[in-house]
């Protein structure tokens, strides 16, 4: 079963949608032989029994039996891998149950990281593109702490559900703890029907460049993306941007097929390992490729996962695609669901997931490392490598590896002998490093000004009907003038940021002013001006989203976007990789 990036450390979850559960999954037939003898097995077996019995029969207190069984599951679980998981009889009530509720709420997939004292912070894995939490400026990796006036610190998945499934129309109000960002961040999120597409965006970047971004890889998704390379090639499309960054996963089987679209016959996608034979499996490209020949570039960032990495493994082992951006999630292992009596579920890997080449997409592990441990270890991998071959970002250069202190069980080579690097997750061709953003630009996002502003902005008499029928107009130059701009300045002091000349020391500001703690409450008009360019694209994105659709905000917005601004520089090293073929 390919999810968006889950582990033990997160909870025992499924990928879920507020206010509707998106489960998917890839079955696989296994053959089970117990690893121990008959004999062994049956000892072990009665030496689990009879603690059971102690426990249960003479512990000073009244023992919970049932929960003393899924500990004793969860146990034993927790000595095998970050990804295989226990899934309650009412978790999977509440999967099955959802399937066939309306897709109406907040729209997010989430999972629960875990805090002190058993306490799980409920944790934005994604908004759902387009979606209301899209729309009111969440982001991954947001942490919801309080919904309306309750803490969801503690929260498990039933609460979740409770609070923020509700009917159309209806709202809520959720606190958030952003990454990177001192203040907490405020929503009020109207629920609303979910869409289920799965390409956010599909348009000429170019009278040459077609991009087509996907969020997430569920059952519509290969017609999805079929059907937008065949409409932009009708607008004249000869090279394509595929925008993989922050898709953490979904179906196995349409990881494969999109890469089939890009893939010559007979051309190995991906393969698992087991010591299973049923489970060792390879899957090879067919014939009748929508966009077998023509130069690509995939983008991919640390949010890219699970089928995300099978798609851009496989071009890059083959010299199809250029890869751009950042090192993946490093998800590579195939999980299966084994259900119990209780109506209960081992979601239990069965076998890893390697690129054509030989590459394993999962980041190695310990079993037992905390959370901490796990990333950290991930981090220091990652680095390492990175470091050695572009330290400063840009082309990783494989001739480095003489100098670099690079293993060798890390190197791997392409079908045109270009070097290609292991160690979890899938390192791009081209790395862009993730700089600190603008100070300014960081309070515009993380307080929503942005978007607010834009809502505002739209209801302008006149300006509705003055630009919905010049889609392709507005996209194309529409811009905000000197007087708009200062009035920005305006609104964002009048909703809780203070624009000031200079920036205050931090503990003066503390201090004397309480609303203001917090860089993210302080707007510089020096920095606002020196970050202008970006501030205003963001703002009429937004405004391309009130006015047309969510699709009509990543024309705009991709103009300052860095990664692929520097991926549009790049054309001559992907054609070299088609001409190739």
Do not use: C
Request: glycine share 8%; no cysteine.
């Amino acid at each position: 079963m390919l999810t968006p990036p889950t582990s033990r450390f997160r909870s025992r979850l499924l990928p879920v949608v507020a206010g509707g559960v998106l489960a998917v999954a890839f079955v696989l037939t296994l053959e089970v032989r117990p690893a121990d003898s008959a004999s062994d097995a049956s000892a072990n077996l009665r030496k689990i029994e009879e603690a059971y019995r102690y426990i249960t029969e003479a512990y000073v207190e009244r023992v919970d039996s049932a929960q003393l069984a899924e500990d004793a599951i969860e146990g034993m679980l927790a000595g095998l891998d970050p990804h295989s998981v226990y899934v309650s009889a009412a978790e999977m009530r509440s999967v099955r149950e959802s399937f066939n509720a309306s897709f109406e709420g907040i729209g997010i997939y989430y999972e629960f990281v875990p805090g002190r004292e058993s306490r799980d912070t409920l944790v934005v894995l994604m908004p759902i593109a387009g979606g209301p939490s899209d729309e009111a400026g969440l982001m991954a990796g947001d942490r919801i702490v309080q919904i309306d006036d309750t803490t969801a610190v503690g929260f498990d998945q039933d609460l979740v559900q409770r609070y923020l499934k509700g009917p159309r129309g209806t709202s809520v109000r959720l606190v958030v703890q952003r990454p990177g960002y001192t203040d907490p961040l405020r929503f009020t999120i109207t629920r609303d029907q979910i869409p289920l597409h799965t390409v956010i965006a599909s348009y000429m970047v170019d009278d040459r460049t077609g991009y087509v971004r996907l969020q997430r890889f569920a059952r519509t998704s290969h017609d999805e993306v079929r059907q937008a390379i065949q409409a932009l090639r009708r607008q004249g499309m000869e090279r394509l941007v595929f925008d993989l960054r922050g898709n953490a996963g979904g179906l196995l089987d349409q990881a494969y097929e999109i890469a089939d679209e890009f893939l010559a016959p007979g051309q190995m996608i991906v393969y698992t390992d087991s010591r299973h034979p049923s489970n060792r499996r390879q899957y090879r490209a067919t014939a009748g490729g929508a966009f077998e020949r023509e130069p690509v570039i995939v983008l991919v960032d640390e949010n890219s996962a699970s089928a995300s990495e099978i798609v851009a493994g496989a071009l890059q082992d083959h010299d199809r695609a250029l890869l751009v951006g950042r090192r993946t999630f490093g998800k590579g292992l195939v999980q299966q669901q084994f259900p119990l009596s209780d109506g209960s579920v081992l979601q239990m890997t069965v076998s890893r997931y390697y690129t054509p080449v030989g590459r394993l997409i999962q980041t190695p592990y310990t079993v037992g490392d905390d959370e901490e441990a796990y990333f950290e270890a991930k981090r220091a991998i990652r680095e390492a490598v990175e470091d050695a071959l572009a330290p400063d970002g840009g082309m990783v250069d494989g001739s480095r590896l003489r100098t670099a202190d690079v293993p060798d069980s890390l190197v791997f080579r392409t079908d045109g002998g270009r070097a290609v690097f292991g160690g979890g997750g899938i390192l791009p061709d081209y790395l862009v490093r993730q700089d600190s953003l603008p100070p300014a630009l960081r309070t515009v996002i993380g307080r929503n000004l942005d978007d607010l502003f834009a809502r505002q902005f739209v209801q302008r008499s006149g300006f509705r009907s003055q630009w919905e029928d010049r889609r392709a107009e507005f996209l194309r130059g529409f811009r905000l003038d000197d007087a708009t701009f200062q009035q920005f300045l305006s609104f964002a002091g009048e909703n809780g940021v203070r624009v000031v000349d200079t920036r205050p020391p931090t503990a003066t500001v503390a201090a004397t002013d309480s609303a203001a703690v917090g860089r993210e409450s302080v707007l510089v008009r020096s920095e606002a001006r020196a970050a202008r360019a970006e501030i205003e694209t963001r703002i009429v994105a937004f405004i391309a989203r009130r006015l047309y659709d969510a699709e009509a905000f990543y024309p705009v917005v991709g103009r300052m976007d860095p990664v692929l601004v520097e991926a549009l520089r790049l054309w001559d090293s992907a054609a070299a990789l088609a001409e190739r073929r």
